[in-house]
C-alpha cells in the first residue's frame, strides 16, 4: 500500500483536525484525492463515539482508517483489526478501576471507556502521582497517559497512540521515518511525537505538548485547527504551497 500512498497523516482528532469547518473540508478534500497522502485518525475517544463525530464532518469522504480509545481499538479500511485487541486480553481493568477509584478518581463517562481504556478525572499532582505509584505495583502492566489538569488514563502496556500507529504503519508497509506524519493537540498525543520525525503542532495546541515535542521534528504550526494541520502538510512538503484541494 505504500505505492499509492507515499505519505500517510496520522491525525488526532478533537481540537486538532475540528474546530475550523471550512479548514477541515479543505483537509478531507486533499485526503480524498488519494494521492497525496492516506489519513488515519488517532483519538483517545472509543470507536463508536469516533463515528458520531465523523457522521457530522463536511463534504462525502468518510475516512475508514481509525485508531480509537487511546490506542486500544484499530480500524482499516472500515474493518476492525481484532489481532490487535487480542494482544491485551490479559489484562484486568477491573483491578484498574478499583485502585484509581479508591484514591479518588472519578470514572469518566462510559461512553469514553472501552475493555482496555480506563478513563478518570484526577485532580491534583500529588494525588495524580499517588494513583500512578499505586497502578505500578497492582500487577497489571500498565501505562499511564496524564493530559490537561485533570484526566489520568491507563492502558495496558503495548496499547496507546504511539504503538498502535507502528502496528497500522506496520500493516501497510509504511516507512514511519520516512512517510508518516503525525498532528495533534495535547498530550495524549506526545507518543506519536516521540516516534514520528515529521510532527504538526497545531497553533492552538496545549503548552504541554508544544513544550515537550522537539522543535527538529515537529512543525509549530501558526493556524489552529485543520488549518494548521494544513499549513504543516506544506511544511512538510505533502502537499503544493498556495492553493486550495481541488
Known sequence: MSDSFPRCLVSDIDDTLTGDEEALAELLEYASQG?????????????????????????????????????????LEGEPVQEWEERFCGWQRGIVDEIVENLGGIPH???????????????????????????ATCGQPSLVVISGQRDFDVLPIGAGKGQAMLFVAELLGLNVARQVLVAGDSANDL???????????????????????????????????????????RHWGVIPPGGTAG
Open 109 to 135: 463517562a462510559q461512553e469514553f471507556q472501552t475493555a482496555y481504556k480506563a478513563s478518570f478525572a484526577v485532580e491534583g499532582k500529588g494525588r495524580r502521582e499517588k494513583v500512578r505509584e499505586a497502578i
Open 191 to 233: 507518543a506519536m511525537f516521540e516516534i514520528s520525525s515529521q510532527g504538526i503542532v497545531v497553533g492552538n495546541a496545549r503548552a504541554e505538548l508544544r513544550e515537550a515535542v522537539e522543535r527538529e521534528t515537529a512543525y509549530q504550526a501558526s493556524g489552529c485547527y485543520a488549518s494548521g494541520v494544513i499549513e504543516g502538510l
Open 35 to 75: 494521492e497525496l497522502f492516506r489519513l488515519v485518525l488517532n483519538s483517545s475517544r472509543p470507536r463508536m463515539s469516533v463515528e458520531k463525530t465523523l457522521a457530522g464532518f463536511p463534504g462525502s469522504y468518510f475516512p475508514t482508517d481509525l485508531v480509537t480509545g487511546m490506542g486500544t481499538e484499530v480500524m
